[in-house]
């Protein structure tokens, strides 16, 4: 009897193929390769990606839901890039972080606190000068494990969809400013978590973050000069 052969599953092949538009797509919003205010073409965006129209209208569906997108006509266009919603979306950032800090300080394990720890003594190791993503990925890094340590899967989950939406900004951000405060003040914040200080760990997170909040106008004026001038200077300029 002849050997049978195992075919791919289509069906198992599509999901795979519809995560990978979905990333690739999500990419582009978050590095604004999808300009503020431009309305998508499904079209376009297929042959430009090299698949059907299927995953690309499943694709910018998911990117509306999750705040990259907003309806345009019986389309998208990518969300543009504005002085209120990024404070919005920093504002609640701070109160996500916040009540994960609260919940650790109440909850947390040691051992996950060390896992913390062991992350940002291996973060310090990385030189000021690296990249500004790679900054900003080490910082998002120490930021989401403490929302892990809080064993709330939907704080980290929400705190994840608000780091992409600000990542752009914040790679602006890191570039001009830097992070010379920043490892100290993780520092502070893992030591009041150590000693269960509820009050100070919140208190400490929501200021982190609101000093980010004095460069957002100037981020974003950065930001869209940018944009502008294409993704390959934009690219180039963060290291990303």
């Known amino acids: 009897m002849p050997r049978q052969t195992t075919k791919p599953d289509a069906a198992a092949a599509k999901p795979n193929l519809a995560g990978e538009v979905f990333a690739r797509l999500r990419d582009m919003a978050i590095r604004y390769e999808l300009k ?3 309305r ?3 079209v376009e965006l297929a ?3 090299g698949v059907s129209r299927t995953p690309v209208r499943e694709a910018l569906y998911r990117l509306a839901q999750d705040g990259f997108l907003v309806e345009s006509g019986r389309g998208y266009s990518r969300r543009p890039l504005d002085v209120k919603e990024t404070l919005d979306l920093y504002e609640a950032r701070s109160a996500v972080e916040a009540e994960c800090v609260r919940l650790v300080a109440l909850r947390g394990t040691d051992k996950a606190l060390d896992d913390v720890e062991k992350f940002l003594e291996s973060s310090i190791k990385t030189p000021s000068n690296a990249p500004a993503a790679k900054l900003v990925e080490l910082d998002e890094g120490f930021h989401e494990r403490i929302a892990r340590a809080a064993n709330n899967a939907e704080l980290l989950r ?3 969809s ?6 752009f900004i914040r790679w602006i951000s890191m570039e001009t400013v830097g992070r010379d405060n920043t490892q100290a003040e993780h520092r502070r914040i893992l030591a009041a978590l150590r000693t269960r200080d509820a009050s100070a760990a919140e208190q400490m997170i929501r200021g982190h973050i609101t ?3 004095d460069q957002i106008v100037e981020a974003i004026t950065t930001g869209l000069a940018r944009i502008y001038l294409g993704p390959a200077i934009v690219n180039e300029r963060l290291k990303i």
Not at 162 to 167: A, F, P
């Open 211 to 213: 000093k980010r909040t």
């Open 162 to 167: 608000l780091n992409e939406r600000i990542r």
């Open 158 to 160: 929400m705190l994840t």
């Open 36 to 38: 503020p205010g431009e």
């Open 40 to 42: 998508l073409n499904e």
């Open 47 to 49: 042959e430009r990606l």
